[in-house]
C-alpha cells in the first residue's frame, strides 16, 4: 500500500485482522518481519495513546507536553533566564517565537474545549477524570502535537455526538496525512479519502470513503464469483472426461493429461460475504400498554441540586427514542432510573405489570468476571436453562464452542458486549435501556445490532454517538439538557446543525454591540446567494441522476456475467461485447463521479462565502 502526503485512510478490517499490528509497524513498536517499510526521514508521526501516563498533571499541561520540541524551547529561555545571559535569552524568545510557543496554550485550549472540556476542567489533574475522559485527553495530546502523519485508534469511543462533530471538522481540516480505524459510518464517510481493508488476509486500498468501497467491493465480489464459476464448470469438465477415461487404455494418455490440467488449475476463492454475526434481541410476548409512566418526576443524587426535573412521559410497546443531548446532562441518569428508581427525588414511576426491562451499559462490561467463560456467565444468570439453549444463545452473536469456554480476560472489549447481548437476548424483554452499546462493536457487529432493533418488538430508549445506528432505529428524539427532557422538533440532521451552529458561535455580544438588522437586505442577499447556487445545484443534481443511470445499466451486466453458460465457446460473440461495455461503463462511471464530486465541492464553497 502507498499512501500520499495529504490522504486521509480509514483502515478497516474485523476484529483481530492486523489493524492495530499496523499501526504498531507504523510507530516502530515491531519491526518488519518481511518486505519494506517507507517513511519519509522528516515526518513527525503522532498518535493516541490508550493510556494517561501522568496523572498528576493538568490536564492542559499534559496536552501541550506532547510536544516536546516545544517543552525543549521552554525548557531553553528558562535555563537562559536562569544564568542571566541577555544573549540566550533573547535568541529563546526568538526560537519560541518562530515556533509559535506563545500560542499554544490557546490551540490546547481550544482542542480540550472541542472535546467537551470546561476552563475549570482543564486545570485538573488527569487523574481526577474517569476512564472515558482521559481518552479525551490523550486524543486531544495527539491533535496537539505537530505532525505530519496522524494516526487514530478507535478515536470517537467515548465522544458524545458534540465532540465526535467537532473530531469530524478539526480533521477534515488537517493538512498532514491522516490513517485512522474507527467503527463508526457516518464519521468514515465524513473524513476518509481512501479505505484500505484488510479481508480475507489481505489488504487493499480503495479510493474513496466507506460507502464507496463497499460498493467497489461488491463489484469485485461479482467479478470473483463469476470467475469462480467460470473456472469450476472447466474443471467439472476436466474431471467428468478423466472419470470417463481413466481406465480405457486407447485414452489413458489424455485422461493423465487432464488430469494433471486439474491438478495445476489455481483455485480462485469463491466470493464470500464478509463472515459476521447475526444478532437476535426477541421481545417478551406479553407486554403493557403503556408499557412505563413517568409522572413530573424530579432525578438526580442530591435534592438541593436534581440533574432533571419536570420529567413526565411515557413509553408504549411500540415507542422507539433516541436520547439526545451534551455529556453530563442527565441521559444516563435518566436510563438508570426507569430501570431501578434509585434517582428518583420526587414524582412517580409506573410499570405496566408485564413491563420486563433489560439493559445495556458499558460498566456493566467492566463489572463481569473475567475469569468466567462465557458460557459460565450465562449458566449463572440463567442456572435454570439447559446447557445446550445457553450455547446456542452465545452462538447467535458469534461465539462458537472455543470462544464460549475461554475467558474473559482474553476476549476483546467487542466480544465481552456480545456476551452482555446475549444475555439480554434471553431475557426476552419489552423495554429495552440501551446505553452507548456500540463502544468497542466493530463494522459487522454494529450492522448486526441495528438490524437486531429493527426487529425488535418492545419499546426502546437509546444512547448512542452512532448516528447511523440512531436514524436506523428510533422514530423520536428526545432531548436531555439544561435539567429538562423534551421532545425534539426535528431529526438527527436538524440537531447536528444546531451543534455545528452553537460551536461555531463566539461569545454573545452585548447589547450596546449589536448591530442593527436590515431585514430587507437579508432577503435581497439571501435570494441572491439561491440564485448564485442554483446552477451549481442543479449540475451536480444532473450528475448525480447519471451515476444512477449508470450504476443500474452497470449492475443488469454484471448480472448477465454471472451467467456460467456465457462463458462457453460458443457464446464467445456475446461475452465479449459485454465485457467491453461494462469496462466502458466503468470508466465513465469513474468520471462523472470525479466530475460529481468536484461538482459538490464547488458548491460548498459557494454555500460557504
Excluded at 419489552?430 to 468497542?440: F, G, K, S
Excluded at 450528475?543 to 464467445?572: F, G, R, V
Aim: charged share 25%; hydrophobic share 40%.
Amino acid at each position: 500500500m502507498t499512501i500520499h502526503q495529504g490522504d486521509k485512510v480509514a483502515l478497516v478490517g474485523g476484529n483481530g485482522t492486523g489493524k492495530s499490528s499496523l499501526f504498531a509497524l507504523l510507530k516502530g513498536e515491531i519491526p518488519v518481519d518481511t518486505g519494506e517499510l517507507h517513511i519519509a526521514k522528516d515526518w513527525r508521526v503522532s498518535w493516541l495513546d490508550q493510556e494517561v501516563t501522568d496523572l498528576e498533571r493538568k490536564a492542559l499541561d499534559y496536552v501541550i507536553d506532547g510536544d516536546r520540541h516545544l517543552r525543549k524551547l521552554q525548557a531553553d529561555l528558562q535555563s537562559a533566564e536562569s544564568g542571566g545571559d541577555d544573549m540566550a535569552i533573547a535568541r529563546a524568545h526568538g526560537a519560541l517565537e518562530e515556533y509559535g510557543g506563545y500560542q499554544v496554550d490557546h490551540k490546547a485550549e481550544n482542542i480540550l474545549a472541542g472535546l467537551g472540556f470546561s476552563v475549570d476542567q482543564m486545570q485538573q489533574p488527569t487523574g481526577s477524570f474517569s476512564g472515558g475522559w482521559r481518552m479525551r485527553i490523550s486524543l486531544a495530546r495527539a491533535l496537539f502535537c505537530p505532525s505530519d502523519l496522524l494516526l487514530l485508534d478507535e478515536p470517537t469511543n467515548h465522544l458524545d455526538l458534540g465532540a465526535l462533530l467537532w473530531l469530524e471538522r478539526w480533521l477534515q481540516d488537517y493538512k498532514g496525512t491522516l490513517l485512522f480505524i474507527a467503527h463508526d459510518h457516518a464519521f468514515m464517510d465524513a473524513i476518509a479519502s481512501h479505505t484500505a481493508a484488510i479481508y480475507q488476509g489481505t489488504l487493499n486500498c480503495f479510493r474513496g470513503n466507506y460507502s464507496s468501497y463497499l460498493r467497489q467491493r461488491t463489484e469485485q465480489e461479482a467479478q470473483q464469483q463469476a470467475a469462480f464459476d467460470k473456472q469450476e464448470a472447466k474443471r467439472a469438465h476436466l474431471q467428468s472426461f478423466v472419470d470417463r477415461f481413466r481406465a480405457k487404455a486407447t485414452k489413458a494418455k489424455q485422461a493423465q493429461s487432464r488430469l494433471k490440467a486439474l491438478e495445476r488449475l489455481t483455485a480462485n476463492a469463491p466470493a464470500h460475504a464478509e463472515s459476521g454475526i447475526s444478532f437476535q434481541l426477541p421481545a417478551n410476548d406479553k407486554h403493557s400498554d403503556p408499557t412505563l409512566v413517568i409522572d413530573q418526576a424530579t432525578l438526580g443524587y442530591d435534592a438541593n441540586n436534581p440533574v432533571l426535573t419536570g420529567v413526565d412521559f411515557s413509553l408504549r410497546p411500540q415507542t422507539r427514542i433516541g436520547l439526545i443531548g451534551p455529556n453530563g446532562a442527565g441521559k444516563s441518569t435518566l436510563m438508570r432510573t426507569l430501570l431501578r428508581q434509585e434517582h428518583l427525588l420526587a414524582g412517580e414511576i409506573t410499570k405496566g405489570a408485564h413491563c420486563n426491562i433489560s439493559y445495556f451499559a458499558q460498566h456493566q462490561l467492566e463489572e463481569l468476571d473475567s475469569k468466567a467463560t462465557p458460557l459460565l456467565i450465562m449458566q449463572r444468570s440463567f442456572p435454570k436453562e439447559h446447557e445446550q439453549v445457553l450455547r446456542d444463545a452465545l452462538g447467535k452473536f458469534g461465539f462458537d464452542k472455543n470462544k464460549s469456554e475461554t475467558p474473559l480476560e482474553t476476549l476483546s472489549g467487542g466480544e465481552r458486549a456480545r456476551v452482555a447481548f446475549a444475555q439480554i437476548s434471553l431475557q426476552k424483554p419489552n423495554l429495552l435501556l440501551l446505553d452507548e452499546p456500540t463502544n468497542h462493536l466493530d463494522l459487522q457487529a454494529r450492522q448486526a445490532l441495528s438490524e437486531a432493533l429493527l426487529a425488535y418488538e418492545g419499546a426502546l430508549v437509546l444512547i448512542s454517538h452512532d448516528r447511523h445506528l440512531i436514524e436506523d432505529s428510533t422514530d423520536e428524539l428526545w432531548l436531555v439538557n439544561d435539567g429538562k427532557v423534551k421532545r425534539f422538533d426535528g431529526d438527527l440532521a436538524d440537531y447536528q446543525k444546531l451543534l455545528n451552529d452553537a460551536q461555531k458561535t463566539a461569545a454573545p455580544a452585548k447589547e450596546a454591540d449589536k448591530p442593527v438588522v436590515d431585514k430587507k437586505a437579508q432577503r435581497q442577499a439571501a435570494a441572491a446567494k439561491r440564485a448564485q447556487l442554483k446552477p451549481l445545484k442543479d449540475k451536480a443534481t444532473k450528475l448525480e441522476k447519471q451515476i444512477d443511470k449508470l450504476q443500474t445499466q452497470l449492475a443488469d451486466i454484471e448480472e448477465q456475467l454471472a451467467d456460467t453458460s456465457l462463458y462457453e465457446p460458443q457464446n464467445a460473440d456475446k461475452l465479449q461485447p459485454l465485457l467491453k461495455n461494462q469496462g466502458a461503463m466503468k470508466a465513465e462511471l469513474d468520471d462523472i463521479e470525479m466530475a460529481w464530486m468536484e461538482a459538490l465541492e464547488a458548491l460548498e464553497a459557494a454555500e460557504a462565502d
